[in-house]
């Protein structure tokens, strides 16, 4: 009886995944602060209502081959295996729509558990929804702000006291700088490490009409 139980919760996400192209999910982070009582700010906003510098920027920040793979990167996978000497000491190879599902279904902190669950997952939300849909999530279900602020929207009125649609291009290499870690980068108050990583990240953008290209497209 306990096996079956185990296999349903399995099998939750797997069956979940293809509602989200059309039902605009929440965080377990979000859940989690919401039953603690702690403070969740989110407005839910389309891609379309996000401006597409935060987009570009997030990807050249988080995930630069995200147009190309299948959910998992498995050159960045082995590349951060090789740069540490164990579990603990990794420190990247993680693709956005790894993130994605890590934040909808799973937890934080570094597990072999965790990951042997992301992999796959990630996998098969590639396979069943378009890119711009798993970006679209992610930039709504991000944690962006130090106080419970969650998404581009609630981040970017939190900052700049403006909407996602109308930032600039700084503005929005800011935000992307801010992850993973928003709660010491805050973007309101940018000390001089965040702002440099900011201005990296403003200048690839620039020279990155491959990503550019992907977010114009459907899939």
């Given at each position: 009886?306990?096996?079956?139980?185990?296999?349903a919760?399995?099998?939750?996400?797997?069956?979940?995944?293809?509602?989200?192209?059309?039902?605009?999910?929440?965080?377990?982070?979000?859940?989690?602060?919401?039953?603690?009582?702690?403070?969740?700010?989110?407005?839910?906003?389309?891609?379309?209502?996000?401006?597409?510098?935060?987009?570009?920027?997030?990807?050249?920040?988080?995930?630069?081959?995200?147009?190309?793979?299948?959910?998992?990167?498995?050159?960045?996978?082995?590349?951060?295996?090789?740069d540490?000497?164990?579990?603990?000491?990794?420190?990247?190879?993680?693709?956005?729509?790894?993130?994605?599902?890590?934040?909808?279904?799973l937890?934080?902190?570094?597990?072999?558990?965790?990951?042997?669950?992301?992999?796959?997952?990630?996998?098969?939300?590639?396979?069943?929804?378009?890119?711009r849909?798993?970006?679209?999530?992610?930039?709504?279900?991000?944690?962006?702000?130090?106080?419970?602020?969650?998404?581009?929207?609630?981040?970017?009125?939190?900052?700049?006291?403006r909407?996602?649609?109308?930032?600039?291009?700084?503005?929005?290499?800011?935000?992307?700088?801010?992850?993973?870690?928003?709660?010491?980068?805050?973007?309101?108050?940018?000390?001089?490490?965040?702002?440099?990583?900011?201005?990296?990240?403003?200048?690839?953008?620039?020279?990155?009409?491959?990503?550019a290209?992907?977010?114009?497209?459907?899939?």
């Amino acid at each position: 009886m306990a096996l079956y139980v185990v296999l349903a919760v399995l099998l939750v996400p797997y069956l979940l995944t293809p509602l989200y192209a059309v039902v605009n999910p929440v965080s377990t982070l979000m859940l989690w602060r919401s039953v603690t009582g702690e403070r969740v700010v989110r407005t839910w906003v389309p891609l379309s209502k996000i401006d597409p510098d935060l987009a570009l920027s997030v990807i050249i920040a988080e995930d630069g081959r995200f147009c190309s793979h299948y959910g998992v990167d498995f050159t960045e996978i082995q590349n951060a295996i090789d740069d540490a000497d164990g579990l603990e000491d990794m420190r990247g190879g993680s693709t956005i729509t790894q993130q994605v599902v890590k934040n909808l279904f799973l937890w934080q902190g570094r597990s072999y558990v965790r990951k042997a669950l992301e992999l796959p997952l990630a996998l098969w939300f590639d396979l069943v929804l378009p890119k711009r849909r798993i970006l679209e999530i992610y930039l709504n279900v991000a944690e962006l702000g130090p106080d419970g602020e969650f998404g581009a929207e609630a981040a970017a009125k939190r900052s700049f006291g403006r909407p996602a649609a109308s930032l600039g291009r700084y503005q929005a290499a800011l935000l992307a700088a801010s992850l993973p870690n928003p709660v010491t980068r805050d973007t309101k108050r940018p000390g001089p490490g965040l702002r440099r990583l900011a201005g990296l990240y403003e200048r690839r953008a620039a020279r990155s009409p491959e990503a550019a290209a992907c977010l114009r497209q459907r899939r």
